[in-house]
């Protein structure tokens, strides 16, 4: 065997990732006709990262089907979520003979954003609305999309052979835009080129210097066979010869986070500043692994500082270590306090584990030479340093750690053991994430061939489960024909993600005293179609199992419609408190418009809740706080009534009318045992709506934290709060925001009823109560109800009165102004009073004045009441909540159950009292009825006499508003109005009387 010695050497190669985004645009609907004939050639344009691709014209169709992708390269995949693909229709002027413009005319355009963008294999089918250019444009429709992403490897040759040859020169051919294309041109598909800018790495070099070869600019001319190097189907438009300069557009301006794509996470996070807290300082100290120790089971180390003594974990050992090499990977954090400025040494010795506790050795540092790490530098590495002074007063090992003195913002605070919460387990600082929650929607349409027992009694029905959840559908119809049942009804469920559950359709006959099972079918929730919109789920025919257990495993058969809404919002909160009305796709979101700034500081005066060792009472404190998906957990500070969190956290907001909760309790999880459950108890509640906030304003303020128990109104404390709402002030994306609906689109397309949207909302927060318990720490079903306010629609004394002074408060302004013109009217000020007779002459000689003046009267109040605005978010309002003074009796009644557990004759007389109470309502709903027939009753001939005298009075103020003018008409009213008290009389007057003698129904009424 020989091998020749003149062999070219094999070409290094390297492998590449290329990502590409894939657009495929798939229909259209309702496209809206701009050819001149009632229809429309459209065709679609998409931009994306200084790319430009089309797809063909679709001949004279206003709901054209393409079934084309685009295709277009990512230039840089880590800020792709925040780059913009833009996408336009347009009508193709050469297919029609009824236009005589020069441009072809727009039909619309669709705006989605990187974080829309969805992997291949998790894409679906959406139809986004056709948004306009400007406000005076017509659009309408619908664009079917499918978007998403791939990564392509490609291998390359980094040794190129020295006498390859030169590719010949190419040629580019520029196209011009969609939109200025000369009406010659004929109707055949475009050929746009790829232009591709000279790539240019920038790597670090040697020390020595390396020649670089000199750009040659004509290299980039050459000829290259289109029909080689791309495929006919790619079209790409550019604008000439010239070098592309990319610009990263993110949609946040100089409000943007950075971001920190989390593996586990729905949400991105920004990094923190902590510039909202105030910086508390803590020595850090790692403890890593030993070495060459003396030979012992479990070794643990003690730090002790001057007004510290912490003692570690027992070491573990490393599968086929020696004993003497120990680790334990700990990081404890120390509070520093100033007052202690004279102990300044840090004692960290090591020592053997139960029976023996031998010294093994140790290491002293002196706190003044400790290093001082600021973010965002990195981790401090761990040294190895000798441990001396044992029993034996020698060397006895090596033990490696890193020291360093740093604030709460460090990256190793969240999971180090905290001087101020030491039981690790439950008193850490956590972020959690709520589960992805579906609405299914289950359609019983029809079932045949069931074994159903011949009785006129039959009364069979489909009962469906899903986890606790449970509903059933009413009797069925019976068709004679065919002995089908036919229901064609609709059962909503809630589900939560990985949708392991089942969706266990039972029929039964419900005929008989004894419920007899006549089938049914177990279907797993991950094989059920996914659906973003409203097109169309296909039913299917399943087979049922045998009910009763018998040797036939055929039952007969249900026809049913399955589909998980993706295009829903599940509603886990009460919908004026909510904190996010996102659907459940995530390509369906909208971008963000700001980042929400929490700074947690602290709480002080806080009431004792639990009593420890010797009858002392304490508090152990924490803090959660929701918006959106995202909850968080502040650490939990013991044995303190003034806790010091200082904690921030942020959260992405897309919709300003939000609300933000934060809700502080006790913690008393940390001190139950694994077979014990203690919840931990409420100390208060804070919610901050969102669009009160000043953009990029920090307030800082102290609220109350109240808690109303059976006992009444309590307040445990005051906690401080640092916030920031960080978003452009006036720009387009942030004011379109409050002409958009609240909830999604399907919402108002197939909408839920309030009854079955409340049942799915107390389902919802079952699901997540059970999600969040089973984290570490767990958050308590107690918690989550609460912060969810799980029971605000319980009936309440307290609240009903607090909403009709609501009301009250509202019609205030309406009453406020007749109090105005009363008092004008009496003359009461002579000088207003003249004033308005002025202004009303002018406004009944030039009524085209009316309405700008109305407007401009508008905003002079709105500036008026600048003045007046609230300075600081405001926290719960006792007077609002009337909660100042309330009946025992009624706050017992607001905390009953239901069924209530009081005794009979407590219930009765709350019965009988709310008895009273709908006699009121009734008598007012009666007085509104009363009016309203009054009103009816002027020309209905119930009363003939009235009838006549109203159509006479009718007739002839006709007759006079056709002869004088109206506005002569217009000032004698108004100055009649106005007239001085001394030309009118106290009674009522004619025309009051004339109406309140009309009849109503009331004498009808048993």
Request: glycine residues 6%.
């Amino acid at each position: 065997m020989t091998t020749s010695p003149q062999t070219a050497p094999q070409p290094e190669t390297t492998t590449t990732k290329i990502r590409k985004l894939v657009v495929e645009v798939i229909d259209g609907r309702d496209i809206l006709p701009k050819d001149g004939q009632g229809s429309s050639s459209p065709y679609v344009v998409a931009d994306f990262d200084g790319q430009r691709k089309r797809t063909s014209t679709i001949h004279r169709d206003l709901n054209p089907v393409w079934n084309e992708k685009l295709e277009f390269t990512v230039t840089d995949p880590k800020n792709m979520e925040y780059e913009e693909l833009e996408i336009e229709v347009y009508n193709d002027k050469r297919m029609g003979n009824g236009s005589s413009s020069k441009k072809n005319h727009f039909l619309g355009r669709v705006k989605i954003y990187g974080s829309q963008f969805w992997k291949k294999g998790d894409e679906g089918l959406i139809y986004f609305p056709l948004e306009k250019k400007s406000v005076f444009s017509w659009i309408r429709g619908e664009l079917g999309l499918k978007i998403y992403y791939l990564d392509d490897f490609i291998e390359e040759g980094t040794l190129q052979s020295e006498k390859e040859p030169d590719p010949p020169p190419a040629t580019t051919e520029v196209v011009k835009s969609p939109l200025e294309l000369p009406p010659t041109e004929a109707a055949q598909e475009e050929v746009i080129t790829h232009y591709y800018p000279q790539m240019v790495t920038v790597e670090e070099s040697p020390p020595q210097p390396v020649p670089v070869p000199e750009f040659q600019p004509e290299n980039f001319s050459h000829h290259v066979p289109m029909g080689n190097q791309f495929p006919a189907d790619v079209r790409k438009m550019q604008s000439g010869n010239t070098e592309r300069v990319r610009v990263l557009r993110k949609p946040y301006n100089d409000y943007a986070p950075r971001i920190i794509p989390g593996k586990f996470t729905s949400e991105t996070e920004r990094i923190q500043n902590y510039d909202l807290v105030e910086p508390m300082q803590y020595l850090f100290v790692r403890i890593v692994k030993a070495r060459n120790l003396t030979t012992n089971e479990s070794p643990y180390v003690k730090i002790r500082t001057g007004s510290h003594s912490v003692r570690s974990k027992p070491a573990v050992h490393r599968p086929g270590e020696t004993i003497g090499n120990p680790e334990w990977h700990q990081v404890f954090a120390l509070g520093q306090n100033k007052s202690e400025s004279g102990q300044n040494q840090l004692e960290i010795s090591v020592w053997d584990g139960l029976p023996s506790s031998q010294f093994l050795g140790g290491v002293c540092f002196d706190l003044s030479d400790v290093p001082v790490r600021d973010q965002p530098d990195s981790p401090l590495a761990p040294q190895w340093y000798r441990l001396e002074g044992g029993d034996d007063h020698r060397v006895t090992g090596d033990i490696q750690l890193s020291v360093w003195i740093g604030t709460q913002a460090d990256d190793s605070f969240p999971e180090s053991w905290s001087s101020d919460s030491p039981y690790v387990a439950h008193t850490r600082s956590k972020v959690y994430q709520s589960p992805k929650l579906w609405y299914l929607k289950l359609n019983v349409i029809e079932a045949q061939d069931l074994h159903v027992a011949p009785n006129f009694a039959t009364d069979v029905r489909i009962k469906a489960q899903v986890g606790f959840q449970s509903a059933r559908t009413r009797r069925g119809v019976v068709n004679n024909h065919s002995s089908s049942f036919f229901w064609n009804e609709d059962l909503i469920f809630v589900a939560g993600e990985p949708l392991e559950d089942q969706l266990i359709v039972l029929v039964e006959d419900r005929g008989s005293k004894d419920v007899v099972l006549l089938g049914h079918i177990a279907i797993p929730l991950s094989s059920i179609e996914q659906r973003l919109d409203e097109r169309h789920v296909g039913c299917k025919w399943l087979p049922l199992g045998d009910g009763s257990g018998g040797s036939s495993p055929y039952s007969g058969r249900v026809l049913l419609r399955l589909c998980l809404e993706a295009g829903y919002h599940v509603l886990d909160e009460a919908a004026h408190l909510c904190s996010d009305f996102r659907p459940t796709a995530k390509q369906l979101w909208k971008p963000a418009i700001g980042v929400l700034e929490l700074g947690i500081l602290g709480a002080r005066g806080l009431l004792p809740m639990k009593t420890k060792g010797g009858g002392k009472g304490a508090t152990d404190a924490y803090c959660v706080a929701k918006y959106g998906k995202k909850w968080v957990r502040t650490r939990t500070i013991t044995d303190s009534f003034d806790p010091r969190w200082n904690e921030q956290y942020t959260w992405q907001v897309y919709d300003p009318s939000t609300v933000l909760t934060l809700g502080v309790f006790d913690n008393w999880r940390m001190f139950a045992d694994v077979s014990e459950e203690k919840p931990d108890y409420r100390i208060g509640k804070v919610r901050i709506r969102v669009s009160t906030l000043e953009s990029n304003k920090v307030y800082t303020n102290s609220y109350p934290l109240l808690v109303l128990s059976r006992s009444g109104l309590k307040k445990m404390g005051e906690i401080e709060l640092a916030v920031r709402f960080a978003c452009p002030i006036l720009l387009p994306d942030t004011c379109a925001v409050y002409g958009q609906p609240t909830l999604p689109r399907m919402h108002y397309l197939r909408p839920l009823g309030v009854a079955q949207q409340e049942a799915l909302r107390v389902a919802a927060t079952k699901m997540v109560a059970a999600w969040l318990v089973r984290s570490e720490p767990p958050l308590g079903p107690e918690v989550i109800r609460y912060m969810l306010d799980a029971d605000t629609y319980t009936w309440s004394m307290r609240r009903s009165k607090a909403n009709w002074f609501r009301i009250l408060a509202v019609l205030s302004w309406v009453i406020g102004l007749g109090k105005w013109l009363d008092d004008i009217r009496r003359w009461k000020n002579p000088v207003t009073t003249v004033l308005v007779h002025v202004l009303y002459l002018v406004l009944v000689w030039y009524p085209e004045l009316i309405v700008p003046t109305g407007f401009l009267y508008v905003f002079m109040i709105g500036v008026w009441y600048y003045r007046f605005r609230p300075k600081v978010p405001a926290g719960m309002d006792i007077k609002l909540s009337q909660a100042e003074k309330i009946d025992p009796d009624e706050l017992d009644e607001e905390f009953d159950t239901i069924p209530s557990s009081r005794p009979p004759e407590i219930i009765r007389m709350r019965y009988d009292r709310l008895r009273i109470l709908a006699a009121r309502v009734q008598t007012v709903l009666g007085d509104f009825a009363t009016q309203g027939e009054r009103v009816q009753a002027l020309i209905s001939w119930r009363d003939p006499r009235a009838t006549r005298l109203f159509i006479g009075v009718c007739l002839l103020v006709a007759l006079l508003l056709y002869v004088v003018p109206p506005k002569m008409v217009a000032v004698a009213l108004g100055f009649y109005f106005l007239r001085h008290p001394m030309f009118r009389e106290p009674m009522p007057p004619a025309s009051l009387n004339f109406f309140r003698r009309l009849p109503s129904l009331t004498d009808r009424l048993m």
